[in-house]
């Protein structure tokens, strides 16, 4: 879906000669879960509940690469002995294989039936270990992808003793952490049924249980010379134990709140453990003795890890850092989230374009410059909405309030109190009337007085989506797995539109107001008659993956066409044939709006960026980029590497990138810096002038003259 400049394009095929390209970089946008160091330390990854793994040159901090394919959350990713490949765990159920120096997917291993919390390579690389939610681990071959064995528990001892084929008891609860000894012959899992498991890998039996902690377990690591075993634990303490006996050796006591990551250092003489109070504390471990404590990080710690020489430290919460072990001193943050979850929005007139979360930012379509910012309230909108004229912009959060903003001053003009946890808002044709939907209830607000009008109350189930129709005398509301339509002035009900199987997501009337559009949790988009109530078409294609469903769902301008968002997909349909006209597949967008000329679209994706895509033609124009360490900082960058920048110091997020080399953006800025040719590509491009340019440009020049020079 992207064109070759930029990295959420499939990367090169292992084996081939990989190309300089200009390489969009966004840090993580949720917290990092996961992180481990390179066997030779040259490079770290992480990963995201932002559903993303990222590979770090730890020397400079930049951010080489993002891998991308989970549909949720990650939790847990490693590197295989030898560097080459990883391994991730996610909360789409699935573990991936990853080839390190392209990003690409190599392997899926499937089986796991619910959250999968933890990975892990052998020590030769060639099997790999995962635990999940429901307390079961499982043993792969990493070359084939099949699953070797599962260690749950017996239904009874006869059969275990019986069955040689049933091994690897099941713990009673999640499996949070797992790990290889050394030499491989046995594995650790850790729980939260406060318990430690031993296994001998070949046989799969249980060698020993280790029992002592209060609370559930988060983290477990062996010794290097894998005769002790570390853990961390809810309960507060870190606790030492002797793998022959299962003897408790020794706790590690002074921390203020639960222990969710601990690591032994390659010499095995220091321990690490990360608190949720967003410290970290090193140990000696013959001593017990408290060495020092690592201060920077806000979020729980999740994860750290030594680097292989044992000199540094990485962490993360919301970041990744990197720390010197000697002093306690960070050297470095790794790049932080250009931004986090927004909402974007055409105005009426199409000529700006709205991103919105604890700011509202307005960017000049025709030229990419960002044109105004202004503050919001605190936590981020949910929803956003112009008022018809343009003037004004109204948004609803968590909190209990909607409040309508000016544009142009960006004064706060009116703020509706007593609802909370809004999830959208319209308003009417005329400007006069707001909707703001919430759980089990939609209210109606006269805008010039701020007045509520009136509450439509919902049986079952979440306001996820409202929307008047075109003359202003209708409502539609989306909730659990109807779509309702409520007349305005009485607030009645007046008719209930039945044939989704899970929550509805979103809905929209069509221009003249005879036919609306519904996308629900259950992958589909009906469109359904108002005037009976009768589904006219259902619009199936989208992928049924384990956390898909329809996020978005727009009309074009003459209703004859259809846009349609779900994780990694958006669709483009004929309304009147229900015939897919166009896919493009993508990572992780969420909003999806045509503009009033019907032209172009805007996308928002998990990443932070807005996205103008060309529907003719079904590319990307430009994405735009906020830049969070100033609130006037900003980047439009196109796919082919042409930019405008608020400044210099903004491009601090591009980089060239070829393999696992990367490069600041700075030798190639006076070339890539084209205002000019940003205009040309939000026009379309009219007169080839963007093409004849990206087909003169030789990166590959470029960046062996700079890396030569470094």
């Not at 189930?461 to 309702?484: E, M, N, Y």
């Not at 956390?547 to 074009?556: D, E, Q, R």
Request: with cysteine; proline share 4%; aromatic share 10%.
């Amino acid at each position: 879906m992207t064109l070759p400049a930029v990295d959420s394009l499939p990367a090169e095929d292992v084996g081939e000669e990989p190309h300089a390209r200009v390489v969009l970089k966004s840090g993580h946008s949720d917290q990092v879960r996961s992180v481990a160091f390179s066997p030779d330390g040259r490079t770290a990854l992480s990963g995201s509940w932002d559903r993303t793994i990222k590979l770090w040159d730890v020397a400079s901090g930049r951010e080489i690469r993002t891998f991308k394919g989970h549909s949720d959350h990650i939790w847990s990713v490693a590197f295989s002995p030898d560097g080459r490949t990883a391994l991730s765990g996610g909360h789409d159920w699935t573990v991936r294989l990853w080839d390190a120096a392209s990003g690409r997917e190599l392997r899926i291993f499937k089986g796991h039936s619910t959250f999968v919390y933890s990975v892990a390579f052998s020590p030769d690389g060639r099997t790999a270990l995962s635990g999940d939610y429901d307390g079961i681990i499982r043993l792969w071959d990493v070359v084939s992808g099949q699953e070797i064995r599962t260690f749950r528990h017996s239904e009874n001892a006869k059969r275990e003793l019986e069955d040689e084929d049933f091994r690897f008891h099941r713990h009673s609860d999640t499996v949070t952490s797992v790990a290889f000894s050394p030499d491989g012959r046995t594995a650790l899992s850790g729980c939260w049924d406060a318990t430690i498991k031993l296994w001998d890998v070949a046989s799969g039996r249980e060698i020993r249980t280790f029992k002592g902690h209060r609370d559930s377990i988060w983290s477990v690591a062996f010794s290097p010379d894998g005769c002790r075993v570390l853990s961390g634990s809810d309960d507060r303490t870190v606790r030492l134990w002797d793998v022959a006996s299962g003897r408790k050796l020794r706790t590690f006591k002074k921390h203020h709140r639960s222990v969710r990551a601990v690591a032994f250092s390659p010499d095995g003489r220091l321990v690490l453990s990360g608190d949720r109070d967003g410290t970290i504390k090193l140990w000696d471990v013959t001593s017990r003795r408290k060495l020092r404590t690592f201060r920077g990080h806000f979020g729980d710690i999740s994860s750290i890890a030594f680097s292989p020489d044992g000199r540094r430290v990485l962490s993360g919460d919301y970041t990744v850092r990197l720390w010197d072990v000697a002093s306690g001193r960070e050297i470095r943050t790794f790049l932080e989230s250009n931004c986090g979850s927004a909402l974007v929005a055409f105005s009426p007139d199409g000529r700006t374009v709205l991103l919105a979360d604890n700011k509202f930012r307005f960017w000049d379509v025709a030229s990419g410059r960002k044109i105004r910012t202004f503050k919001g309230d605190p936590g981020s909108a949910q929803s956003v909405a112009f008022s018809p004229d343009g003037r004004t912009v109204m948004a609803g959060n968590w909190k209990d309030t909607v409040k309508i903003w000016d544009i142009v001053s960006g004064l706060k003009l009116k703020t509706f109190k007593g609802h909370r946890d809004v999830t959208s808002v319209a308003f009417s044709p005329d400007g006069r009337m707001a909707l703001s939907a919430s759980y089990k209830m939609i209210k109606l607000w006269d805008v010039e007085k701020g007045w509520e009008l009136r509450t439509f109350t919902m049986d079952h189930g979440s306001g996820r989506s409202v929307a008047f129709s075109p003359d202003g005398r209708t409502a539609l509301s989306g909730s659990s797995d109807t779509i309702k339509l409520w007349d305005v002035a009485s607030g009645h009900e007046l008719k209930t539109f039945i044939g989704h199987s899970r929550d509805v997501s979103t809905v929209a009337f069509s221009r003249d107001g005879c036919t609306v559009l519904s996308g629900s949790c259950d992958t589909t988009v009906k469109l359904w008659d108002v005037a009976s109530g009768r589904e006219i078409r259902t619009f199936t294609g989208h992928s049924r993956d384990v956390n898909s469903g329809i996020i978005s769902v727009a009309f074009s301008p003459d209703s004859r066409t259809v846009l349609s968002a779900s994780y990694r997909m958006i669709m483009l349909w004929d309304v009147a044939s229900g015939r897919e006209l166009n896919t493009w597949h993508s990572d992780f967008f969420h909003d999806v709006e045509f503009s009033p000329d019907g032209r172009t679209a805007l996308l928002r994706s998990d990443d932070g960026p807005m996205h103008l895509w060309d529907i003719a033609i079904g590319t990307e124009r430009v994405r735009i980029v906020p830049v969070p360490f100033k609130d006037d900082s900003w980047l439009t960058l196109t796919p082919e590497g042409f930019f405008v920048a608020s400044s210099p110091e903004a491009t601090r997020y591009l980089s060239i990138e070829r393999g696992l080399d990367v490069l600041p953006i700075d030798p190639a800025y006076e070339m890539l810096h084209r205002p000019d040719l940003v205009r040309e590509k939000l026009a379309g491009d009219p007169d080839g002038k963007v093409r004849a340019a990206a087909a003169e440009l030789d990166l590959d020049r470029i960046f062996q003259t700079a890396q030569s020079a470094e």
